[in-house]
C-alpha cells in the first residue's frame, strides 16, 4: 500500500487558519477551524479510511514494551449520521501482527463486533468500544444536536491549546485539544470503562487528494499511565473496501 502525495507541511496551515489576535473564538468556531485545517468537508464526511503501520504495547507495571507489532492496521467504513461519540458505529477492523505471525484481530460489522476467538457478547463489546472510540465524532460538531464548549486552554509539548468539550445528542462528552497556531487536533480525552483515556496526536502531514491531515504518531494513556504508541506509515482515504473484511467468522 503507498500514501496518497505528502504535501504541505503542518506549519504551512498556520497562515491559513490562525484567527486574528484579537479575535476570541467560543467552541464552535474552534472546532470548525480545526475541521478546516484537518481537510474542511472531505475530511467531516469522508466514507472510508485506511491505516497502515506499526504499534508499540505496553503493560500494566514495568516500563518496558509488553509486545510489539510491526504490521498494524485498520479498515474504517464511517457512518454519516453518527450520534454518539463512544459507542461502535459505522464498520471497523483492526489486525495486529509481529514478525508475519498474528497477534490479535477484532472487527465490527455494523451489528456484531467479534475478534479472532469469535463473536464478542454484546456487554463486553460495548464496553470495549466505549473504552477506544472517541475521536471520530468532531467531524459532526456543527450538527443538530452538538453542543461545543470551550473550556480552560492547556498545552502540551510546548504547543499552546485551545480546549473544548464536544457533546453529542446522546450526552457523550469528548474533550479536544486544538492547536492555537495550526489548528490540528492534538489531543484528546473521554471517561471510560478503564478510566480516564487520552490520546495525544504528533508528527502531522497533509495528503492531497483529498487534502487531509494525518497525525502519523498516536499515544494513548488510560489514567495518566501510557498503555500504546501507534506509528501510521500509510494512508488511504475514500479507497474501496472490501466488505467481507468486516465479516464474522463462521
Known amino acids: 500500500m503507498k500514501p496518497h502525495h505528502l504535501a504541505v507541511p503542518l506549519?504551512?496551515?498556520?497562515?491559513?487558519?490562525?484567527?486574528p489576535a484579537q479575535e476570541t473564538p467560543d467552541g464552535a468556531a474552534i472546532l470548525a477551524r480545526a475541521t478546516e485545517a484537518a481537510g474542511g468537508d472531505a475530511w467531516a464526511r469522508a466514507k472510508t479510511l485506511t491505516l497502515w503501520g506499526h504499534a508499540i504495547f505496553y503493560g500494566r507495571r514495568g516500563a518496558a514494551p509488553?509486545?510489539?507489532a510491526d504490521d498494524y492496521r485498520m479498515w474504517r467504513v464511517f457512518n454519516p449520521d453518527r450520534k454518539a461519540a463512544h459507542t461502535?458505529?459505522?464498520?471497523?477492523?483492526?489486525?495486529?501482527?509481529?514478525?508475519?505471525?498474528?497477534?490479535f484481530t477484532i472487527g465490527y460489522d455494523g451489528a456484531t463486533t467479534w475478534n479472532e476467538r469469535g463473536i464478542i457478547p454484546k456487554a463486553e463489546a460495548d464496553a470495549f468500544w466505549a473504552t477506544n472510540f472517541g475521536f471520530g465524532i468532531i467531524r459532526h460538531a456543527a450538527d443538530?444536536?452538538?453542543t461545543a464548549d470551550r473550556v480552560p486552554d492547556d498545552g502540551i509539548d510546548g504547543h499552546p491549546l485551545y480546549m473544548v468539550r464536544l457533546t453529542d445528542p446522546d450526552g457523550g462528552v469528548t474533550l479536544f485539544g486544538i492547536d492555537k497556531a495550526s489548528y490540528a487536533i492534538r489531543t484528546m480525552g473521554f471517561a471510560t470503562p478503564k478510566g480516564w483515556h487520552v490520546r495525544t496526536?504528533?508528527?502531522?502531514?497533509?495528503?492531497t487528494h483529498p487534502r487531509w491531515l494525518q497525525a502519523r504518531h498516536v499515544t494513548l494513556y488510560y489514567n495518566g499511565v501510557k498503555a500504546n504508541e501507534v506509528f501510521w506509515t500509510d494512508t488511504r482515504v475514500d479507497a474501496p473496501i472490501d466488505d467481507a473484511l468486516f465479516t464474522p467468522p463462521k
Open 201 to 207: 496526536y504528533d508528527d502531522f502531514v497533509t495528503l
Open 66 to 68: 509488553r509486545a510489539k
Open 144 to 146: 443538530p444536536g452538538f
Open 11 to 19: 506549519a504551512i496551515l498556520v497562515a491559513a487558519t490562525a484567527l
Open 88 to 103: 461502535a458505529e459505522g464498520k471497523v477492523r483492526i489486525v495486529a501482527n509481529a514478525q508475519g505471525k498474528p497477534m
